[in-house]
């Protein structure tokens, strides 16, 4: 069931003396006059009907001191708003009677022309703060915009943006694990390779041991020469030592006939030169590493922007098969709603009241009703959009607009009285009771 607004009776509530409108098939009511005319009363006043005083104090209302709702030197306001949909009639009937020592009574009766009896709670289900004005929904935290669009739309990103931010944090840490790299793999030096210094002291020990066996060898021919002279010297007592001598020195010098002393030079240079050569090795080894271990890390990062990339697309899907009106949409959690690439935060007054009123239809409220409090912002081409929105979806939209100029959908106010309806004169009418 979904109702619209037929009939409308105000009296003397906050500025209003009477009204009486007839609103059957208005889709669009602009409602006109001077500040201080009794326009935001009107609208304030299906509320009242609607949910009380709980409305007049500020539960989607303007937050009233209970003393000002019912007009200055009156004791009792009395709201009749009648609703229909198609089917049947619900008249709402509330009037509010000053206490004695402050407060106020209220008193509601509803009659429905099937015979269904209805209490508060069915009038409570026909609104929320859309109805009511629905640029309350561009007043609200960033965060509750975005739960109010998933929750329209039947999508949930949080396990996406989770993932997006895991993804995004690991891509920093990469991100600064290459910066730090990158300052030792944008180093210039020339290739060298490492010089084996455990071989070359081997060779030379193995040089120095022969070389020292050949040494030995020469002290000992020498010993032997000289032992020689003194036992020929001594040959009779000595023959058989001499022979054996002799022996001796014939098998060290077949051993070591012809060998040389090799040159040690070259090797003992390598060596000296080995540390610096291998301290350039080092360094260019470090560089080759560097340079292989950023391209992994910009590897790494673009794996990582390439799964951030296909989350924002999953996002923008999930958006484009949505209920949502705006298929270019995007939810970032920082910024909230974005639409075009435009945050919604940082839209125009006349653009958010134009897209709050869209997301307010699609709440599906019992009462197709919105009411916007802050129409004098409207541009001509965002008028026309709401227009569009009522006969699209079907809604009732009353505006609220400061002026006298009259019209087919205007009613103007005066000093809390209806001067105009709907380009008419208004009817004299008597009193709602």
């Given at each position: ?60 209302g303007r937050s009233y001191p ?176 001499l022979e054996q001598i002799k ?187």
């Amino acid at each position: 069931m979904s109702y619209k607004i037929v009939e409308l009776k105000v009296k003397d509530l906050r500025n209003v003396q009477l009204i009486d409108i007839d609103l059957k098939g208005k889709q669009i009511v602009e409602a006109r006059g001077v500040n201080g005319a009794g326009k935001s009363t009107v609208i304030d006043s299906i509320f009242t009907a609607i949910s009380g005083t709980k409305y007049m104090t500020g539960k989607y209302g303007r937050s009233y001191p209970l003393w000002e709702v019912i007009k200055q030197g009156e004791d009792r306001a009395i709201i009749k708003v009648v609703l229909a949909d198609g089917s049947k009639e619900v008249e709402i009937k509330r009037s509010l009677t000053k206490k004695e020592g402050g407060g106020l009574n209220t008193s509601l009766v509803i009659k429905s022309t099937d015979g269904q009896k209805l209490d508060q709670r069915f009038l409570d289900s026909l609104i929320n703060e859309f109805t009511v004005d629905p640029l309350e929904f561009a007043r609200k935290p960033v965060k509750e915009q975005v739960e109010i669009i998933k929750d329209i739309a039947g999508i949930s990103t949080d396990k996406l943006e989770e993932q997006q931010k895991e993804y995004a944090e690991e891509r920093l840490y990469v991100k600064r694990q290459l910066a730090d790299i990158e300052g030792v793999a944008k180093k210039h030096v020339e290739p060298v390779e490492f010089v084996d210094v455990q071989e070359l002291a081997g060779k030379l020990m193995a040089i120095r041991d022969k070389n020292r066996e050949v040494l030995n060898a020469r002290e000992r021919i020498k010993d032997f020469a000289a032992d020689q002279k003194r036992i020929e010297e001594k040959i009779k007592d000595l023959q058989r030592q001499l022979e054996q001598i002799k022996e001796a020195k014939e098998k060290v010098e077949d051993k070591f006939a012809g060998k040389e002393i090799e040159d040690t030079e070259a090797i003992e240079l390598q060596l000296q030169t080995a540390k610096e050569t291998n301290k350039k090795a080092a360094e260019y080894e470090q560089v080759k590493k560097a340079v292989e271990t950023a391209d992994g890390l910009k590897s790494q990062i673009k794996e990582f922007t390439d799964k951030i990339e296909a989350i924002r697309r999953e996002k923008q899907e999930k958006i484009a098969n949505s209920e949502l009106p705006f298929k270019r949409l995007d939810i970032q959690k920082d910024v909230g709603i974005v639409i075009d690439g435009v945050p919604f935060t940082q839209m125009s007054t006349a653009e958010q009241i134009k897209i709050s009123a869209r997301i307010g239809v699609d709440m599906k409220n019992g009462l197709k009703l919105l009411c916007i409090k802050d129409g004098s912002l409207l541009d001509t081409e965002s008028m026309a959009t709401i227009k569009e929105l009522a006969k699209k979806y079907d809604y009732q939209i009353i505006i609220e607009r400061v002026g006298e100029e009259a019209g087919e959908d205007t009613i103007i106010l005066r000093e809390g009285r209806l001067i105009s309806a709907f380009a008419g004169k208004a009817e004299k009418k008597g009193d709602i009771l």
